[in-house]
Nanobody, 115 residues
């Protein structure tokens, strides 16, 4: 599975960005799609995930501000980020988990929120 992420950028606090990730290759086995983020010196952390049924889960830090959505037919996942805060600044990674238990990561897309 190959993942191509896009949509990062620079935004002022309170603004919005939408991240997008498209999967290709052996996509029929993709079970869960999601987003993680990482800042320098810190471990990569969970942001949001969604399964094939559309059930989603969010980190407490983004609940009520971020919305994850998925197009199963087209193997894409998006992350709508609203009310952004400077602490949301990070490299955001798309990740998928397949039914075989394999994990694939996309390249990071940088989100910078200025105060």
């Amino acid at each position: 599975v190959q993942l191509q992420a896009s949509g990062g950028g620079l935004v002022q606090a309170g603004g919005s960005l939408r991240l997008f990730c498209a999967a290709s290759g052996s996509t029929s086995r993709i079970n869960i799609m999601g987003w993680y983020r990482q800042t320098p010196g810190k471990q990569r952390e969970f942001v949001a995930i969604v399964n094939r049924s559309g059930t989603s889960s969010y980190a407490d830090s983004v609940k009520g501000r971020f919305t994850i959505s998925r197009d199963v037919a087209n193997n894409t996942v998006a992350l709508q980020m609203d009310s952004l805060k400077p602490e949301d600044t990070a490299l955001y990674y798309c990740r998928v988990l397949t039914s075989l238990g394999n994990i694939y990561w996309g390249q990071g897309t940088l989100v910078t929120v200025s105060s």
